[in-house]
């Protein structure tokens, strides 16, 4: 018995020591966890890698040194982690009911979602902006044995357009618009992007869509591997494209960006960080503050290289959204 119960105070007082409660002084109180789930998108696309940063980057669990320099972390006890997710529809469904926090979302999407157009029979009511991060290239790849060299040529292949709670669905339907196609003019599916990938390397599927901050790395495999290539996004078919679809814009995919790949033009949306408008507003201070503190920027640009561009001068830029009134007062201190 006696051994017993020295085993039982060894373990009391590691349990005390787990709960920082000094065994023979007086009780302390610990700091008060909240979690904040951020929704992202697939592994292998840019959401991931970005919405994982960020979530170390806000995190500020007990005993992390770096937490000690006023603005680095989100507020003491905020426990951030990143969730996969199908995109941008789920995403801003999720935050909307508050079964996520916060998430990455496309511009456009979330610009359907608050007016209630589009995938979304309702308006999004409780969605509120953080910060514009980054701009999303529309990218169409096609298998290389496919011998597809325009968008015109998807009619009757065999076409991935996205999951039906992404935001790349939005942009493809956009896009095959432009073109007078829709899914009825193409073997259409929904699947999920790494699945998608896959099936194009088996051949097994002729082309997909995917909207994310090049370069994804799905397709940077792909077409590394001589897999597949870029479909341009161009000519008067891309002019009727972005007059139909004020939140696009032209952009042109750099050379290099992919393997082997020469310049690509194509259309855009821009990725914003958004939250549920019952998030407190210290907490939206506090993440807001830390996302944008110079001290995070070298974590933050080593998630993926579109992540240079997050930056609080174009913060605020065309916020499809209205924005969170925590956010508002980071911005407000910012410029004294």
């Given amino acids: 018995m006696r051994r017993v119960g020295s085993v039982f105070a060894v373990l009391s007082l590691a349990v ?10 007086p009780a302390q109180t610990a700091p008060q966890r909240a979690a904040f789930v951020i929704d992202t998108g697939p592994t292998g696309g840019t959401y991931f890698p970005i919405g994982e940063a960020i979530a170390n980057i806000v ?41 996520a926090d916060a998430a990455l979302a496309q511009s456009d999407a979330v610009a359907e979602a608050v007016a209630g157009k589009g995938a979304f029979r309702s308006k999004q009511s409780h969605i509120r902006a953080v910060a514009d991060l980054f701009p999303e290239e529309v990218h169409v790849v096609v298998a290389v044995s496919s011998n597809i060299r325009s968008i015109a040529q998807l009619r009757g292949k065999r076409v991935s357009v996205g999951e039906s709670d992404s935001g790349t669905i939005v942009t493809a339907h956009e896009v095959l618009a432009a073109w007078h196609l ?17 099936e194009l390397a088996q051949g097994k599927l002729d082309a997909f869509f ?58 855009a949306v821009r990725a914003v960080l958004i939250v549920n408008d019952q998030v407190p507003d210290d907490v939206v201070y506090g993440v807001t503050r830390a996302l944008f503190n110079p001290m995070n920027r070298d974590a933050l640009n080593a998630s993926h290289p579109r992540a240079r561009l997050i930056r609080a001068d174009t ?22």
């Fill in 315 to 336: 913060a605020l830029t065309n916020l499809p959204a209205p924005l969170h009134p925590g956010a508002a007062r980071y911005y407000r201190d910012a410029k004294k």
């Fill in 59 to 99: 995190s500020h669990p007990p005993g992390v040194f770096r937490c000690d320099t006023p603005g680095v972390c989100g507020p003491t006890g905020l426990i951030a982690s990143a969730r996969t997710n199908p995109g941008t529809i789920a995403n801003v469904f999720d935050v909307n009911g508050h079964y």
């Fill in 210 to 267: 995917f909207t994310g901050g090049a370069p994804v790395p799905l397709v940077a495999q792909l077409i590394a591997s001589r897999k597949a290539t870029l479909l341009p996004i161009s000519g008067v078919e891309r002019a009727r494209l972005i007059k139909a679809n004020p939140s696009l814009s032209a952009t042109t995919i750099p050379a290099g960006t992919y393997p082997g790949m020469p310049a690509v033009d194509t259309v």
């Fill in 182 to 198: 829709g899914e009825a003019q193409v073997k259409a599916s929904h699947t999920q992007a790494d699945a998608a990938a896959y």
């Fill in 16 to 25: 005390l020591a787990m709960l920082g409660v000094a065994a023979t002084g």
